[in-house]
């Protein structure tokens, strides 16, 4: 920030700059004439903030904001205290909250660094989880009212700094994990120098794709490139959309079964018989989501709906689309986005066909 040209800095922590490595920064900006605080301050009380706000006043007006903080306490869920859940939520709830009502509106850029967990979840840190859910849903919510520059960036992991980088164990697990990509360091300070920009033009709705954005996440085509199978995780219906990225690098028993040609000869031939016409199309519909979502064909649950894998309008017209043709049923989207389940469609579409 300094090289951008940062002349005045708060950085305020609840032990303030104890460490000698904390120390030697602090001594390298002074040197450089930048006007450094690092203040001893709990953000996430808002009467400490406020009194640090107030000592801070002889400086420039706040034109930006970082927020970094965490504080981790894991546990697995049944174990953790709460005194465990409130310290990490308060380093993420209370503190952006604090952040957000006590600093000024106009400021150039609020940037929260949050994390994939918010959206994963983490087993042994549902707190920090739910901590990073709601800084997300507060740069969404403060997008959606008009602020500016309010992002949220759910980072994977970070390789080269911070809490990990300076931790063996938490690399080896995050190595071994293998849910997320390592992110360095050079590509986390590009992305701060796009997101602190004044000059950033003010993102339009929706607001979650404005204001969130997702660091290191995995998805299938990811595993795939390295000639591995998808971990369980990026198969649920969550991450159906990304199923399609490099999709054509595999294909499973259930694509090389065609579901269109074959299906539309098999339901012809299976004449009145509604029980084989409902086995066809079921099994066809099945095939057609397994493709999309490259996973077998038995992976798909008959009871489970069509949105349920990520299927959404544009899909459910080219649905509709396939089901006139090798079936001669007209089914509207309706029926098909509207959380019938996979089998309920298919029967609808052996009624329909006549
Ligand atoms: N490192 C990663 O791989 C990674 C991955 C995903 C997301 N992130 C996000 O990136 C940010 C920085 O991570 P990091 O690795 O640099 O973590 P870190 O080394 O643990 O730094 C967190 C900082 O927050 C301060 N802090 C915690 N609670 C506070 C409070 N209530 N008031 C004021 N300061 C508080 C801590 O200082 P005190 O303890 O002295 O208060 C510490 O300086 C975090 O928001 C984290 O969620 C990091």
């Not at 080896?172 to 997320?180: G, I, L, T, Y």
């Not at 339009?204 to 000639?227: D, E, M, T």
């Not at 095939?287 to 459910?316: E, I, N, P």
Request: proline share 4%; hydrophobic share 45%.
């Amino acid at each position: 920030m300094t090289r951008r040209g940062a002349k005045n800095l708060i950085i305020p922590s609840r032990s303030g700059a104890s460490t000698q490595a904390a120390k030697d920064v602090v001594s390298d900006l002074v040197s450089t004439g930048v006007r450094f605080v690092a203040p001893k301050c709990d953000v996430s009380s808002a009467t400490e903030l406020s009194a640090m706000l107030e000592a801070c006043a002889s400086m420039p007006p706040i034109k930006g904001c970082i927020n970094a903080t965490m504080a981790l306490q894991d546990a697995i869920f049944d174990n953790m205290t709460h005194a465990q859940w409130t310290q990490t939520t308060r380093s993420k709830v209370h503190a952006s909250w604090n952040l957000h009502n006590l600093l000024p509106h106009d400021m150039d850029f609020f940037i929260l660094l949050s994390s994939l967990s918010g959206i994963y979840g983490s087993v042994g840190q549902s707190n920090y989880a739910a901590g990073c859910a709601f800084q997300d849903a507060l740069a969404r919510s403060r997008t959606d009212a008009g602020f500016r520059g309010y992002f949220s960036l759910d980072l994977g992991w970070m390789r080269n700094i911070g809490v990990i980088a300076e931790n063996a164990d938490f690399q080896r697990h995050r190595q071994h994990v293998a849910d997320m990509q390592p992110i360095e360091d050079s590509d986390f300070l590009a992305l701060l120098e796009h997101y602190c920009d004044p000059e950033l033009p003010p993102r339009k709705s929706p607001a979650a794709a404005a204001s969130q954005l997702l660091v290191g996440a995995v998805h299938p085509a990811y595993f795939r490139a390295r000639g591995e199978n998808p971990i369980s995780f990026v198969d649920r219906p969550l991450f159906a959309t990304f199923a399609f990225a490099g999709n054509g690098t595999k294909k499973n028993s259930a694509a090389a079964a065609d579901d269109g040609e074959d299906a539309a000869f098999l339901f012809a031939r299976a004449g009145g018989s509604s029980k084989s016409r409902r086995a066809i199309v079921l099994a066809a519909l099945k095939a057609k989501l397994a493709r999309a979502l490259g996973v077998q064909a038995s992976d798909v649950d008959s009871y489970r709906t069509l949105m349920d894998y990520g299927v959404d309008s544009l899909m459910a017209i080219e649905l509709r689309n396939w089901i006139r043709r090798d079936f001669h049923a007209v089914v509207a989207v309706f029926d098909i986005m509207s959380g019938n389940s996979i089998a309920t469609v298919s029967e609808l579409i052996v009624q329909k066909a006549g």
